[in-house]
């Protein structure tokens, strides 16, 4: 892929009307320069200026299934025909058959679905339904988390995404979760970091008080704050002491599940359950907003008589439902979850290792299915980051200059703080795969100049 920096002559209408009326989500108006885009098709997207990307974030995560898929796009056209909306108090041929396919795809004994627009809005309501479950109020989080920007759910992240908007909601206490890079337990290895952790959430649990704590609330496999893959063994040790304290465990899958990591959710890759499950993006690769909450029959059971006391207007909408209907169907009938596991390690998990032993900036690799993660540092040896902790400005100029040598080649990479995600979509093919890595591989060359060894 090459690209030409263009220079813009007339800003579009496009432009114009964003500068003039958007406010965009997490940003400053004045500063944004928004990259238009124009159109979409497989794993690129095309801007104004004529540029073609090669999606390497699939956006926010989220479109698994790549741009603008033929069978995604007319689901949705047929449905517009028959049923663009319905109240979600009737029943509907495209939102029960969503429902019944995320049924058969979630882990067993999860088979009913509470369908929201999006994955905070099912986080908030995943809260509510295990706090109205087990009449407790307290919710237990990760630090280094991102559960969404709704008051409860930034409330419940644990990343500097949540300062803004604090004090936030009460009745949220945090612990520390495993991160064998840079253990906040002082571990020589997984095996230890993984006991470590697990005895560290038993301690809380203790001194939040195990009769307080409703739900513990965690992402299988971290995502936004860092593609953190937890040590075997972890997240069965938080079901045990879920199971052992009678607290609602909560797995948000907003980001990992649909196949992202290689299976259809990232705790089937340990064959751990848990009470609820929270999604979205993935579920129809956000061709239309849909999110929701699978829960198990205990918690099913609660509402079976007991009205649940929440849901929004366009909950389970069936524009939405049709796109899922036939996202999931794609999902099998290409076979797309075994593919993104192959690609992880088979093609990205060789390439990056051989980027860790190449270049000087690449402290740490790590990742599942087609979700991974390079950590950029100044020096391998005392593992300093390129940039520090939650960096702005100035202090964050080395991972921007970074990107851009990525946006060079023609690749949209996915930059949080010192860390390239690699996301691209399940589709991608091997080869185009490969060159997105001999990009990013050349970008890391202009990061090397920035390490002191
Ligand atoms: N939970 C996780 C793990 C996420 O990664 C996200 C978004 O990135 C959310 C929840 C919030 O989802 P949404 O932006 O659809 O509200």
């Known amino acids: 892929e090459s690209t030409v920096d263009v220079e813009r002559a007339v800003p579009s209408q496009a432009r114009r009307d964003d500068r003039r009326h958007i406010l965009h989500s997490w940003s400053s108006h004045a500063k944004l320069e928004p990259t238009v885009v124009v ?27 790549g741009h603008q ?60 339904m295990a706090r109205l479950h087990t009449g407790r109020h307290k919710i237990l989080t990760a630090y280094r988390s991102y559960h969404g920007a709704t008051a409860g759910a930034i409330a419940a992240s644990g990343d500097p995404r949540r300062w803004p908007s604090e004090p936030g909601a009460p009745g949220i206490a945090r612990f520390w979760g495993p991160y064998p890079y840079r253990s906040s337990f002082h571990a020589a290895n997984e095996r230890e970091e993984c006991e470590r952790a697990l005895a560290h959430l038993a301690d809380t649990i203790m001194v939040e008080g195990p009769k307080t704590i409703a739900a513990i609330l965690i992402e299988s496999v971290v995502g936004a704050n860092g593609v953190l893959v937890p040590p075997d063994g972890y997240l069965r040790g938080v079901r045990e002491l879920c199971d052992a304290h009678g607290i609602v465990m909560i797995a948000d899958e907003v980001m990992v599940g649909f196949g992202r990591c290689g299976e259809w959710f990232a705790v089937d890759h340990w064959n751990v359950v848990p009470d609820l499950i929270t999604f979205a993006k993935g579920v129809n ?37 049709a796109a899922a209907v036939a996202c999931i169907g794609i999902y099998r009938d290409e076979d797309l979850v075994t593919h993104a596991r192959r690609l992880g390690k088979e093609v ?96 890391l060359s202009v990061a090397d100049r920035h390490c002191s060894s």
């Open 348 to 443: 990205i998990a060789p390439a990056l290792l051989a980027m860790l032993e190449r270049h000087p900036s690449v402290g740490d690799v790590r990742g599942l299915g087609a979700f991974w993660a390079i950590e950029l540092v100044r020096d391998t040896t005392t593992r300093e980051p390129m940039v520090p902790f939650n960096a702005a400005g100035a202090d964050n100029a080395p991972m921007i200059e970074f990107a851009n040598a990525c946006k060079q080649y023609g690749l949209w990479p996915f930059v949080a703080s010192n860390r390239l995600h690699l996301a691209p979509p399940l589709v991608i093919d091997e080869a185009t795969l490969r060159d997105g890595l001999a990009i990013i591989d050349e970008a």
């Open 69 to 128: 898929h033929p069978r995604l796009v007319e689901a949705i056209r047929a449905q517009a025909d028959k049923l663009c909306t319905i109240a979600p108090y009737h029943a509907n041929e495209a939102t029960s058959e969503a429902a019944r396919l995320i049924a058969e795809v979630a882990p067993d004994g999860l088979d009913r679905v509470f369908f929201t627009n999006g994955g905070a809005e099912a986080v908030e309501n995943a809260i509510r």
């Open 285 to 321: 690769s956000g061709y239309v907003p849909l999110g929701g909450v699978i829960m198990n029959e205990a918690i099913s059971a609660t509402f079976a008589e007991r009205a649940y006391p929440g849901g929004l207007t366009y909950a389970g909408h069936p524009l939405a439902c």
């Open 39 to 65: 159109g979409a098709q497989g794993v690129h997207f095309v801007d104004e200026e004529g540029r073609r990307w090669l999606d390497f974030s699939s956006q926010l995560v989220n479109v698994n299934v």
